[in-house]
């Protein structure tokens, strides 16, 4: 083993088992950009709207023949001999369980004032060989390897999509309510460092998945650009267990057909309601989260989730946690958490009178905020 592979293990290594106290000090590179619900998570102000907007309401725009200029990686940090990128290096290196380079729908602008995205063609080795390789040449600088960060500084701000590939992950925080005594529980996610090539050893909302189709083939792209029906998936994924095959290589996705797609989609906006709270970078990774809530029925819940897994591809689920004060607080600023989860966290407390008030005794307030008198939302 070389010495320059060995000092890219040792640098992977530290940055593997620092990721969340990285990731804090690293916030503070950016001290003019807006930090999401005091986490470390960076926003572009405009990607942050004043009360949840219903997912269904976002329209997204298709603009594949879009061509990328900004920066792709090739000045970074020291790679081991033979790995042309970051992700060469990992997967020869430091390879996670899952770890392919399936396309993605890259983000080239974002206005929640509309409210609308749009997206060109991505991989998802794009934001591996810029955001990872620059968290990886952070992690050398603070071992004393490294005196500067040349493509931390090649980026500039990492909010603005024209700079870096930016791949993004739809964050789902997902709330059972059970509407006779008010309370609601949520699910967390530990995210296996063995399992996974982004914020392994963390805990993070679930479910999370980058968004993509459910496979390369063309007949894939148009029929799942839909956050709703990738939402979906991850949640068949990471709550049940269920494989990524959704027989996508021979054929369009048939969500109609799928029964627990097609219960899902029947009960959005009934038993379920899907609401976007805003959009945020990790700080060291430079990884994009659409922050989302699903709050769930608890009688809808309890019939798709009966079979709820302990564990999954990516790591280990968590047993529903109170929806409170308390626990929320603990996994924003007392936990491991990745930035997204911990903002994601602070916002959906911030408006659970209007994530969780539908159905409820509530008395509107001048100001629009919705309070519902159930004392179980104060603990």
Same mark, same amino acid.
């Given at each position: 083993?070389?010495?320059?592979?060995?000092?890219?293990?040792?640098?992977?290594?530290? *940055?593997?088992?620092?990721?969340?106290?990285?990731?804090?000090?690293?916030?503070?590179?950016?001290?003019?950009?807006?930090? &999401?619900?005091?986490?470390?998570?960076?926003?572009?102000?405009?990607?942050?709207?004043?009360?949840?907007?219903?997912?269904? %309401?976002?329209?997204? #725009?298709?603009?594949?023949?879009?061509?990328? !200029?900004?920066?792709?990686?090739?000045?970074?940090?020291?790679?081991?001999?033979?790995?042309?990128?970051?992700?060469?290096?990992?997967?020869?290196?430091?390879?996670?369980? &899952?770890?392919?380079?399936?396309?993605?729908?890259?983000? *080239?602008?974002?206005?929640?004032?509309?409210?609308?995205?749009?997206?060109?063609?991505?991989?998802?080795?794009?934001? /591996?060989?810029?955001?990872?390789?620059?968290?990886?040449?952070?992690?050398?600088?603070?071992? #004393?390897?490294?005196?500067?960060?040349?493509?931390?500084?090649?980026?500039?701000?990492? =909010?603005?999509?024209?700079?870096?590939p930016v791949n993004v992950a739809i964050s789902t925080l997902t709330l059972? $309510? @059970?509407?006779?005594?008010?309370?609601?529980?949520?699910? $967390?996610?530990?995210?296996?460092?063995?399992?996974? !090539?982004?914020?392994?050893? $963390?805990?993070?909302?679930?479910?999370?998945?980058?968004?993509?189709?459910?496979?390369?083939?063309?007949?894939?792209?148009?029929? @799942?650009?839909?956050?709703?029906? =990738?939402?979906?998936?991850?949640?068949?994924?990471?709550?049940?267990?269920?494989?990524?095959?959704?027989?996508?290589?021979?054929?369009? /996705?048939?969500?109609?057909?799928?029964? +627990?797609?097609?219960?899902?989609?029947?009960?959005? !906006?009934? !038993?379920?309601?899907?609401?976007?709270? #805003?959009?945020?970078? %990790?700080?060291?990774?430079?990884?994009? @989260?659409?922050?989302?809530?699903?709050?769930?029925?608890?009688?809808?819940?309890?019939?798709? +989730?009966?079979?709820?897994?302990? @564990?999954?591809?990516?790591?280990?689920?968590?047993?529903?946690?109170?929806?409170?004060?308390?626990?929320?607080?603990?996994? &924003?600023?007392?936990?491991?958490?990745?930035?997204?989860?911990?903002?994601?966290?602070?916002?959906?407390?911030?408006?659970?009178?209007?994530?969780?008030?539908? #159905?409820?005794? =509530?008395?509107?307030?001048?100001?629009?905020?919705?309070? =519902?008198?159930?004392?179980?939302?104060?603990?």
């Amino acid at each position: 083993m070389t010495t320059r592979t060995e000092q890219w293990l040792q640098v992977r290594a530290h *940055l593997v088992a620092h990721r969340h106290a990285l990731a804090a000090r690293a916030a503070a590179e950016y001290p003019e950009i807006t930090k &999401v619900a005091s986490t470390p998570l960076l926003a572009n102000p405009g990607w942050l709207p004043p009360e949840p907007v219903p997912l269904a %309401d976002i329209g997204l #725009g298709w603009h594949p023949d879009r061509v990328f !200029g900004g920066v792709d990686g090739t000045v970074g940090p020291v790679l081991p001999p033979g790995a042309p990128t970051y992700s060469a290096a990992m997967a020869a290196h430091a390879s996670p369980s &899952v770890f392919t380079n399936r396309s993605t729908y890259r983000l *080239l602008a974002a206005d929640l004032a509309e409210p609308r995205l749009d997206f060109g063609t991505g991989r998802y080795f794009d934001g /591996v060989d810029v955001g990872e390789a620059s968290a990886h040449e952070y992690a050398a600088r603070d071992l #004393g390897l490294a005196d500067a960060l040349p493509l931390r500084a090649s980026v500039g701000d990492p =909010c603005d999509p024209a700079r870096r590939p930016v791949n993004v992950a739809i964050s789902t925080l997902t709330l059972r $309510l @059970d509407r006779s005594t008010g309370a609601a529980t949520f699910f $967390l996610h530990w995210r296996d460092p063995a399992k996974v !090539g982004h914020a392994g050893g $963390l805990y993070q909302v679930l479910p999370v998945g980058v968004f993509q189709a459910a496979g390369d083939e063309p007949w894939n792209t148009g029929n @799942d650009f839909s956050l709703w029906r =990738c939402v979906v998936r991850e949640f068949a994924e990471e709550l049940l267990g269920e494989s990524e095959d959704h027989g996508a290589d021979r054929a369009p /996705v048939d969500y109609a057909a799928w029964p +627990f797609a097609a219960r899902m989609t029947a009960a959005l !906006g009934t !038993g379920v309601r899907v609401s976007y709270l #805003g959009m945020g970078v %990790d700080p060291l990774t430079f990884a994009t @989260d659409m922050l989302t809530v699903a709050v769930f029925d608890a009688p809808l819940f309890d019939e798709l +989730f009966s079979g709820l897994v302990e @564990d999954n591809d990516e790591g280990r689920v968590l047993e529903g946690l109170a929806f409170t004060a308390a626990n929320v607080h603990r996994f &924003v600023h007392d936990e491991p958490t990745q930035a997204a989860g911990a903002a994601l966290l602070a916002l959906a407390w911030e408006h659970r009178w209007s994530l969780l008030a539908r #159905g409820q005794a =509530c008395i509107r307030r001048k100001h629009r905020r919705v309070r =519902c008198i159930h004392a179980s939302l104060h603990r």
